[in-house]
C-alpha cells in the first residue's frame, strides 16, 4: 500500500470546486488509503484465524505521534466519536492517550510539558551520594586501543524455503 500524493488531493478539491460540491479534505486520500489498508489486513485476519492468534498482541498499543496538543486532542475527540473507550497515562516525559476498541489499540503520546500543566505542591530536601568532582578531575584519562566488530545483516526472503513459493 503506498499513499496517495498530494497532486491527487488537489485534482479531487479542483474537481470539487468546479461542480459546487464541498472541498474534499487535503488528508482525505490519505485517509482513504489508510483506511482500505486496515481493512484488507481485517479481512486477512477474519480469513485467518491463526494469523489473527499470532498478532493478537501486535495492535494493542499501535503507535502514534501527534506532533502538538491540538493534533492530540483531534486524535481523541475522534476517537471518542467512533465509540473507543479512551484511558490516559503520565510517564517521566511523555502523555499518552491510550484509545482502545475492545482488543485494538492506539496509543497516542505528545511531550507531557505539551499537554500538562506542572504545578509546584511543596519542597522536599533529599540527600544524595555522587562522585567528588575535584576527585574525578584528578583521575587521568588514557587511550586504549581495542578490537571491534564490524558486522553486516544479510536477510534472505522469508518465504525462500517455503514450497510453491518464489521471491
Known amino acids: 500500500m503506498t499513499y496517495t500524493d498530494p497532486a491527487r488531493v488537489i485534482a479531487r478539491q479542483l474537481l470539487a470546486e468546479a461542480v459546487d460540491e464541498p472541498t474534499v479534505h487535503p488528508d482525505q486520500a490519505i485517509a482513504d488509503d489508510m483506511a482500505a489498508g486496515f481493512r484488507a489486513l481485517a479481512n486477512m485476519f477474519q480469513a485467518h484465524p491463526e494469523v489473527a492468534a499470532i498478532s493478537r498482541y501486535s495492535f494493542d498499543e499501535i503507535l502514534t505521534f501527534p506532533r502538538n496538543s491540538d493534533e492530540l486532542r483531534a486524535y481523541v475527540r475522534a476517537a471518542k466519536k467512533h465509540g473507543a473507550t479512551i484511558t490516559k497515562d503520565v510517564g517521566s516525559t511523555y502523555f499518552y492517550a491510550r484509545l482502545a476498541w475492545g482488543p485494538v489499540g492506539i496509543k497516542a503520546s505528545a511531550a507531557r510539558e505539551e ?15 555522587v562522585p ?36
Open 115 to 129: 499537554v500538562c500543566e506542572r504545578v509546584v505542591t511543596g519542597v522536599e530536601t533529599v540527600t544524595k551520594t
Open 132 to 167: 567528588d568532582p575535584a576527585a574525578l578531575a584528578a583521575v587521568p584519562q588514557v587511550e586504549v586501543t581495542e578490537q571491534v566488530e564490524t558486522v553486516e545483516w544479510i536477510c534472505r526472503p522469508l518465504l525462500a524455503d517455503a514450497p510453491g513459493v518464489t521471491s
